[in-house]
C-alpha cells in the first residue's frame, strides 16, 4: 500500500470520526441505515490502543497486550449483553419500531466513548512516565474513563432527543439502558481485572477470584469501614 493511499484511508477514518462525535453524516440520528462496521471498528481501535497505554505502565509489556483486549471486550461484551433485555423491554413500552435508532444511539455512544479514550492516552503515557504511584494511577484512569463515559451520554442524549419527541415513554427507556449498562459494565469490569498491573504479582489476565460477585465485595468493604466487621 502506497503512502498516499494510506494516508487516504487515515484521513477517511479521521472524517467519520469526527462526524460521529458531531452527529452529521451516515452518523447523525437520522442518518439511516446504522454503519455497525465503522462503529465497531472505532469502538475496538479506541478501547485497543489506549488499554495498551493503559496497562503498559511499570513497562509490564504483557499487561498492555492483555488491557488492550480487555477494554474494547469490556465494552462490547457489556453492550451485547445488555441488548437482548433492553430489546424486549422497548417490545413491552410499545417501542419496537423504534429499537434500530436506539440501537445507533448506543453503538454511537459506545464508539464515541471509544475515541474520546483514546484522545486522552496521550496523557495517560505522560503520567505513567511521570513515576506516578499504583493508586494514583487506578485514581487517574478511573477519572478519565468517567470523563469518557460522559462524553458518549452527550452523544447517547443526541440520538434520543428525536426518539423522546416521538414518545415520552422513551425517557424511561434510556434510563433503563443506562441503570441496566452500569450494572452489568461494574460486574465485567470486576470479572476482566487487572487492567494495570500489580507489583508484586504476576501479569495475569484474570485474577484468582475474577466470579466473585463485585457488589458483594464491594458492601463487604463498605461494611468494613462502617466499623460492622469489629462487631
Known amino acids: 500500500m502506497s503512502v498516499l493511499a494510506l494516508g487516504t484511508k487515515v484521513a477517511r477514518a479521521a472524517g467519520d470520526a469526527d462526524h460521529l462525535l458531531r452527529g452529521a ?7 439511516g441505515r446504522v454503519p455497525l462496521g465503522a462503529l465497531s471498528a472505532m469502538l475496538i481501535s479506541g478501547g485497543f490502543v489506549y488499554g495498551a497505554v493503559l496497562g503498559s505502565y511499570g513497562g509490564r509489556l504483557l499487561q498492555a497486550v492483555f488491557t488492550a483486549v480487555k477494554v474494547p471486550l469490556l465494552l462490547g461484551a457489556s453492550t451485547a449483553i ?6 424486549v423491554f422497548n417490545a413491552l413500552l410499545g417501542l419496537r419500531e423504534d429499537f434500530a ?5 448506543i453503538l454511537s455512544a459506545q464508539a464515541a466513548l471509544a475515541l ?3 484522545s486522552l492516552a496521550p496523557i495517560t503515557t505522560f503520567v505513567h512516565a511521570s ?4 493508586h494514583f494511577t487506578i485514581l487517574f ?5 468517567a470523563v469518557a463515559t460522559f462524553s458518549g451520554q ?9 426518539l423522546i419527541a416521538k414518545s415520552g415513554k422513551h425517557r424511561v427507556s434510556r434510563w433503563v439502558w443506562i441503570v441496566t449498562y452500569i450494572f452489568v459494565a461494574v460486574q465485567m469490569a470486576w470479572v476482566l481485572r487487572p487492567f494495570v498491573g500489580t507489583e508484586g504479582l504476576a501479569t495475569t489476565f484474570f485474577r484468582a477470584d475474577a466470579w466473585d460477585n463485585a457488589y458483594v465485595k464491594v458492601a463487604t468493604i ?6 460492622g466487621g469489629s462487631r
Open 25 to 31: 453524516g451516515r452518523h447523525s440520528a437520522h442518518g
Open 82 to 87: 445488555c441488548l437482548p433485555s433492553f430489546y
Open 101 to 105: 435508532a436506539c440501537l445507533r444511539g
Open 116 to 118: 474520546v479514550l483514546l
Open 131 to 134: 513515576g506516578s504511584s499504583y
Open 141 to 145: 484512569n478511573g477519572a478519565l474513563f
Open 154 to 162: 452527550l452523544v447517547l442524549g443526541r440520538h434520543w432527543r428525536p
Open 222 to 227: 463498605l461494611w468494613r469501614w462502617l466499623g
